[in-house]
């Protein structure tokens, strides 16, 4: 027998193992290009690079919190010895309940984030007399991020800086940054790591309130075309893919179709010099 035959055994065998193994990766986590991808099909942008590397920040803002891509442990827990022992075993349990959950009785709700405190104080990472503070620590750093989140939308697409605009204004780009949050989530939902997620009913709410904000309640016409949105989605709500499909089909016309003032996107975002993608009847 040739001395080959079990050196091409191994390599085979390797090979399998390799094939068997890529898969259950790719179904555990989902990267920021296809996160942005899934972006770049629902908003109405053709292609831009602006556009583009703004998509790649928002995703890092859930998955990276101090913005490179070597750390998911957020930095207000490294930098203070109240908080710096605690563990987590997946970084879905920051960021990841949607872009307006700010206040500290909000942020408690999400499940996997307080199991993780009650598991940390119970092998002692986290003393019981700083659960309070570290709540506290968090929703100090959520609305710093928020902020600054909202400011990089703002000079994006021409608004100004977030304190100098009109509550309208602010109520659009909560919409623009809150459903760009829910795309990422949704498209997470594509993985096998569920459980770790915003709970797929609130994920739908916070999406149909973000298209209300977008739509505004301004002109009647503009609403109209929101509610006919939310209803389209809830009949593909049997499946997040289903779901995300319909978004991907549908929301680029919504926002196109809006008219009046503030909220005829298509001429306030090609004056800004984007250009967006081709209106469907």
Same mark, same amino acid.
């Given at each position: 027998?040739?001395?080959?035959?079990?050196?091409? =055994?191994? /390599?085979?065998?390797?090979?399998?193992? &390799?094939? *068997?193994?890529?898969?259950?990766? +790719?179904?555990?986590?989902?990267?920021?290009?296809?996160?942005?991808?899934?972006?770049?099909?629902?908003?109405?942008?053709?292609?831009?690079?602006?556009?583009?590397?703004?998509?790649?920040?928002?995703?890092?803002?859930?998955?990276?919190?101090?913005?490179?891509?070597?750390?998911?442990?957020?930095?207000?827990?490294?930098?203070?010895?109240?908080?710096?022992?605690?563990?987590?075993?997946?970084?879905?349990?920051?960021?990841?309940?949607?872009?307006?959950?700010?206040?500290?009785?909000?942020?408690?709700?999400?499940?996997?984030?307080?199991?993780?405190?009650?598991?940390?104080?119970?092998?002692?990472?986290?003393?019981?007399?700083?659960?309070?503070?570290?709540?506290?620590?968090?929703?100090?750093?959520?609305?710093?991020?928020? =902020?600054? /989140?909202?400011?990089?939308?703002?000079? &994006?697409? *021409?608004?100004?800086?977030?304190? +100098?605009?009109?509550?309208?204004?602010?109520?659009?780009?909560?919409?623009?940054?809150?459903?760009?949050?829910?795309?990422?989530?949704?498209?997470?939902?594509?993985?096998?790591?569920?459980?770790?997620?915003?709970?797929?009913?609130?994920?739908?709410?916070?999406?149909?309130?973000?298209?209300?904000?977008?739509?505004?309640?301004?002109?009647?016409?503009?609403?109209?075309?929101?509610?006919?949105?939310?209803?389209?989605?809830?009949?593909?709500?049997?499946?997040?893919?289903?779901?995300?499909?319909?978004?991907?089909?549908?929301?680029?016309?919504?926002?196109?179709?809006?008219?009046?003032?503030?909220?005829?996107?298509?001429?306030?975002?090609?004056?800004?010099?984007?250009?967006?993608?081709?209106?469907?009847?």
């Amino acid at each position: 027998m040739s001395v080959q035959t079990p050196l091409l =055994r191994c /390599l085979c065998i390797g090979l399998l193992l &390799l094939c *068997g193994v890529t898969p259950l990766v +790719s179904k555990n986590v989902k990267g920021a290009n296809s996160h942005t991808s899934d972006m770049l099909q629902v908003y109405p942008f053709q292609y831009d690079q602006r556009i583009y590397d703004f998509y790649v920040a928002v995703s890092y803002y859930l998955d990276h919190p101090n913005g490179d891509t070597q750390s998911q442990k957020p930095r207000f827990l490294k930098d203070d010895p109240r908080f710096r022992r605690m563990t987590f075993r997946n970084h879905r349990i920051w960021y990841h309940w949607g872009f307006n959950r700010t206040d500290t009785n909000r942020l408690r709700t999400f499940g996997p984030l307080s199991e993780t405190v009650r598991q940390n104080i119970e092998k002692g990472k986290l003393a019981k007399k700083n659960e309070d503070a570290f709540w506290a620590a968090l929703q100090q750093d959520v609305s710093r991020r928020n =902020r600054e /989140l909202m400011n990089k939308t703002a000079r &994006l697409f *021409g608004y100004g800086e977030i304190g +100098s605009i009109s509550s309208q204004q602010r109520s659009q780009l909560n919409g623009f940054v809150s459903l760009l949050y829910d795309i990422h989530i949704l498209g997470d939902y594509t993985t096998t790591e569920k459980s770790l997620l915003l709970p797929v009913h609130d994920l739908y709410s916070d999406i149909e309130q973000a298209i209300r904000n977008i739509a505004g309640t301004s002109y009647s016409d503009n609403r109209t075309e929101g509610e006919k949105l939310i209803r389209l989605l809830r009949s593909h709500q049997a499946t997040t893919d289903d779901y995300l499909a319909t978004l991907k089909s549908s929301f680029a016309n919504f926002m196109l179709r809006l008219k009046g003032g503030l909220y005829d996107y298509k001429s306030k975002f090609e004056r800004q010099g984007f250009t967006m993608k081709p209106q469907s009847e």
